[in-house]
């Protein structure tokens, strides 16, 4: 077998966790490393390769569009990996498994989560990432976060849980909004990104503000993830329509811009528990979800009017 011929394995581990959080603090966290550490292995990783994978100032630092195509690969390598590693029976409590969406996971959810640990120290939790559907006891989870609109009918062994409402609109970097004016005909025909698990955002959101035509855009560009379609934005490569409890944390940081508002949405963000019947710690978790979802700060509206042809 020829060798391969790979950077170091430390340094692409550090890369992908950026990637998949877009701050250099939560990758530190995430593999329990100072947030110096993780940098050093992503200047040398760009060493290694001869190509800048980031850019942009260190406060608001985005992944370029070579960046980009690398993490793409390396969370499903990664994924993979850990799928396959065998692991000894685990000793201690059973930690609470909560199916998350991705990315509500790693913008919202793992940000809030050491306050629930404070107040829970002997509850574990284990966050298991996942978009499709699952089987409580099949997959042993107790509890877990969907989206799903109020006409969805639901799984049959499960019980809603609303916690958030959803609010959606453009995002993009700021120096993409300041090339030019806030206006809902721009934004619109600026290059369109997409996420392949969510690919009707865009008219969703057209219809949320009561329009029925969607203007054409100057190009359009899919990625696999919603989390990589928001670090594209972050990049310039165009805008992106998102969920708040997606991008607040990066509108907070600067990271990102959102100059026409946000549109109530009919989607809900809801948890789910066992209709036979939560377990204790489930029931303490989806409270916690309840209060923290009422505490959540509501977005700026539309900013946009809606145009004759609703």
Request: charge should be neutral; glycine fraction near 8%.
């Amino acid at each position: 077998m020829a060798r391969r011929h790979l950077p170091s394995l430390n340094a692409l581990r550090a890369f992908e966790a950026f990637g998949r959080h877009g701050r250099m603090t939560l990758a530190a966290s995430e593999l329990c490393v100072t947030h110096g550490a993780v940098s050093r292995q992503i200047r040398q990783l760009e060493e290694h390769l001869g190509v800048p994978l980031t850019e942009g100032p260190r406060s608001r630092l985005r992944m370029t569009e070579a960046g980009l195509k690398l993490a793409q690969a390396l969370s499903p390598a990664f994924d993979q990996i850990e799928a396959a590693v065998p692991r000894a029976a685990e000793a201690g409590p059973r930690p609470l498994v909560v199916s998350c969406l991705p990315t509500f996971a790693m913008k919202w959810l793992i940000p809030r989560l050491p306050g629930f640990q404070a107040a829970h120290p002997d509850i574990p939790v284990r966050v298991a990432e996942s978009n499709g559907p699952f089987d409580f006891k099949a997959d042993g989870v107790d509890l877990a976060v969907r989206m799903r609109r109020a006409e969805d009918a639901g799984y049959s062994d499960s019980v809603d849980h609303p916690f958030l409402p959803h609010y959606h609109g453009p995002v993009m970097a700021p120096e993409l909004a300041a090339a030019g004016p806030a206006t809902f005909e721009r934004i619109c025909g600026l290059p369109r990104l997409l996420t392949r698990t969510y690919l009707q955002s865009w008219p969703d959101w057209i219809h949320d503000l009561g329009l029925e035509t969607l203007p054409a855009a100057a190009s359009e560009q899919e990625f696999d993830h919603y989390f990589y379609m928001l670090e594209a934005a972050a990049a310039g490569l165009g805008v992106a329509v998102a969920p708040w409890a997606f991008v607040q944390r990066d509108l907070a940081s600067g990271r990102l811009v959102a100059p026409l508002g946000f549109a109530r949405g009919e989607t809900r963000i809801v948890a789910l528990t066992p209709r036979a019947g939560a377990s204790p710690q489930a029931v303490l978790f989806r409270d916690w979800l309840l209060a923290e979802g009422a505490s959540t700060p509501l977005p700026p509206e539309a900013a946009c009017e809606p145009r004759a042809g609703r």
